[in-house]
């Protein structure tokens, strides 16, 4: 298949690496910046369990402007979801009713305003469950265990043979890939896991480092379960994705290291260098996906009525960091339990 890859970013290049690997034709995307480092280097994919893949730069077609884009047979859209609705305005002037489209970014509205400028093409949902990282030239790290998740086509209908071939595209490049009627379910799960992609970008340290300190998960915890409280009033029930518990993990969270790393063995099979994307955004100096993650559920608490100062304190903190323009600001485990758990008097 032809494949493009708008938004050639962490999570982009290695969907679209992996597909080329298999023996497809990729497109990819991104911004200048990536574009340079490609040309230097070449295109590198790293895995915590498997051989590095290395395309020299004559092999790898990235380009920063969409419009080669028409000639693909899908579209994967992984940009921020800060940017989706000018990216959909552009695709819409680009590809042909009949080019497929997916979704796989952070947050839980992305398909929908992909489809609102698209009205005709088939656009479907997915989620990502996995975690890729960004390192020098142009090396991306697939550092975590998970799947790749797509929705059934709205409204129902069975898949078409062109559809079926993406999703064996996807199986053939080595992703655990499944076909499912909840991504609502999907997504929410995803979306209160990744509240922690900002208790990391405030940490300043590797995941599995800000996952070993009970200071930093008992932030996450409370996060999480305002999140559930305000999921559970506005009734939609997050289902578990792999090994990611929505409801058990924020009651796992909290407890002596010790109890912890027994129960939470899926949560910790993280490699040790590994760090959000919300760090690396700040790190970078870009805007980061606050307002579609912690943002989300303090979005839909003032929509059904039901505070949520937790969230909110992270939201206000990302801001702040955002606006310093000084990476990560480091914050030590005690302080952000502090900070954010105090906010809770606000309520």
């Not at 790393?261 to 919300?278: C, H, N, Q, V, Y």
């Amino acid at each position: 298949m032809k494949i493009g890859i708008m938004g050639a970013g962490a999570i982009g290049c290695y969907l679209g690496g992996s597909l080329q690997h298999a023996g497809h034709d990729v497109t990819f995307v991104g911004r200048e910046g990536l574009a340079g480092e490609v040309q230097e280097h070449g295109l590198r994919l790293t895995h915590y369990q498997r051989e590095l893949i290395h395309f020299p730069s004559d092999q790898v077609n990235f380009v920063t402007a969409p419009e080669s884009l028409a000639e693909c047979d899908a579209v994967l859209v992984s940009v921020k979801g800060t940017a989706t609705q000018d990216v959909a305005a552009k695709l819409s002037q680009i590809i042909s009713p009949e080019i497929i489209v997916v979704s796989f970014q952070n947050g839980v509205r992305n398909a929908e305003w992909l489809k609102e400028k698209l009205p005709k093409n088939p656009v479907f949902p997915g989620t990502v469950s996995f975690h890729v990282l960004r390192e020098p030239q142009a090396t991306f790290h697939f550092g975590t265990s998970g799947n790749l998740y797509v929705g059934t086509p709205e409204p129902a209908r069975s898949l078409s043979s062109q559809e079926e071939k993406l999703i064996e595209s996807l199986k053939s490049a080595g992703f655990k890939t499944v076909v499912t009627k909840n991504i609502a379910g999907v997504q929410w799960c995803k979306l209160l896991f990744n509240l922690n992609n900002a208790v990391n970008a405030l940490s300043g340290v590797p995941l599995k480092e800000e996952l070993s300190h009970p200071g930093y998960r008992r932030v996450l915890s409370a996060c999480m379960l305002e999140g559930l409280e305000v999921l559970d009033r506005a009734k939609i029930r997050p289902v578990r994705v792999g090994g990611m518990l929505p409801r058990i993990s924020p009651r796992v969270l909290p407890l002596p290291n010790w109890l912890f790393f027994r129960l939470a063995r899926t949560m910790i099979s993280i490699d040790p260098e590994s760090r959000s994307s919300m760090w690396d955004d700040l790190h970078r100096g870009r805007k980061t996906e606050i307002e579609l993650l912690n943002g989300e559920i303090v979005r839909l608490g003032s929509k059904i009525g039901y505070p949520t100062p937790i969230n909110q304190k992270v939201v206000q903190l990302i801001r702040a960091a955002e606006e310093a323009g000084n990476g990560s600001p480091a914050i030590p485990a005690e302080t952000l339990e502090e900070q954010v758990l105090a906010s809770r008097s606000n309520k």
